[in-house]
């Protein structure tokens, strides 16, 4: 590799000047200028990115650690992530964690090490013993999805109650009265605020709630399935389900359909998230949009403007949820 040296040399300059040019850090003459970048494209020098971050103390990376890379949700939240961090000029690093708290403990030291300028972090649980010693070295840090009440951390959120709400809401609207609940996994928040609106819809219009159409899953199509086929077996059975998530609810589709029943002439499902695949699903998923891309623009605003000033208080943003009607329900007749 040709050095700076080197390219002074064939260019009639000073190292010095070389560096101005590169870093445009000091007025050069457009004549020298001009002899540096030929000097350069001649030899074909690149100049060590790397070396010179370090010297900065930045690497223009960031961290990213999902807990469930194969979920469409966190994808489209991976990709939206890396596509704004890079309209920065910030490159990403992924790692999934694969909701094992020793592996999301693995990845945090990884990251650590190749010394990336700040992490955003969607947690296993709502506790993570990994974030509280990055807090302590002050590593720039956003939290996505998960509400840690016990660390005073940047966090975006989505309304997960006021999606369960309207969710909730909207199947009684269309005169449904036996309506089941499809949960997630009890140690996170997005789970278990979606399933308090639910409870809140239901007492709001008078329903009792009976905890027995309430089934929890994993947020994985194959959960979604097993619950719908063990609460069809309620008495009566139910006429409308909230699926705390897309992919469950497409399970839920599934067993449906294996029971000979028609969505949405028979029962009603409605999902949550609006991942891309929702919309494609046989009938197209009726769901609560979480704004996935403000949700990634928003973490990583929070990043930067914390990799900037350091000591800002921590700051909680809270985005609202839509519903998006497709063709998973209908009006009782």
């Known amino acids: 590799m040709p050095t700076i040296r080197e390219v002074a040399l064939r260019a009639g300059v000073s190292t010095t000047t070389v560096s101005h040019v590169i870093n445009n850090t000091r007025f050069v003459s457009p004549e020298a200028r001009q002899r540096v970048l030929e000097a350069m494209a001649e030899l074909n020098y690149r100049p060590n990115v790397l070396a010179r971050s370090l010297r900065r ?63 955003i972090f969607v947690a296993c649980g709502d506790h993570s013993p990994s974030l509280q010693p990055l807090l302590d070295e002050n590593l720039p840090l956003v939290v996505v999805d998960r509400r840690l009440s016990d660390l005073e951390v940047d966090t975006v959120l989505t309304d997960n109650f006021q999606g369960g709400w309207t969710a909730t809401q909207y199947l009684i609207e269309l005169g449904h009265r036996c309506v089941a609940c499809i949960t997630g996994p009890s140690n996170l928040s997005p789970s278990a605020e979606r399933v308090v609106g639910y409870r809140r819809a239901l007492e709001e219009s008078g ?25 069809l077996n309620h008495q009566p059975p139910p006429t409308a389900f909230f699926v705390c998530n897309d992919m469950m609810a ?63 208080p921590s700051r909680t943003h809270v985005l609202p949820t839509q519903l998006v009607e497709r063709q998973s329900t209908r009006r009782v007749q």
């Open 207 to 231: 329903l009792a709630i009976d905890e027995s159409l309430i089934c929890r899953g994993d947020f994985h199509p194959r959960s979604g399935y097993v619950a719908a086929k063990e609460l």
């Open 250 to 312: 497409i399970g839920a589709l599934r067993a449906l359909s294996e029971a000979g029943l028609r969505v949405p002439e028979d029962c009603s499902v409605v999902g949550f998230d609006d991942i891309e695949l929702a919309s494609y699903v046989t009938p197209p998923l009726t769901t609560i949009r979480q704004d996935k891309t403000g949700l990634a623009e928003t973490a990583v605003q929070l990043l930067l403007e914390r990799i900037a000033t350091p000591g800002l």
């Open 57 to 119: 103390g930045e690497t223009r990376t960031l961290g990213l650690i999902l807990p469930d890379s194969a979920n469409p949700f966190f994808a489209e939240i991976a990709r939206a992530i890396e596509d704004s961090a890079f309209k920065a000029g910030y490159n990403v690093i992924l790692g999934n964690s694969e909701s094992e708290l020793e592996k999301e403990q693995v990845y945090v030291d990884v990251l650590v090490k190749k010394q990336v300028d700040g992490l």
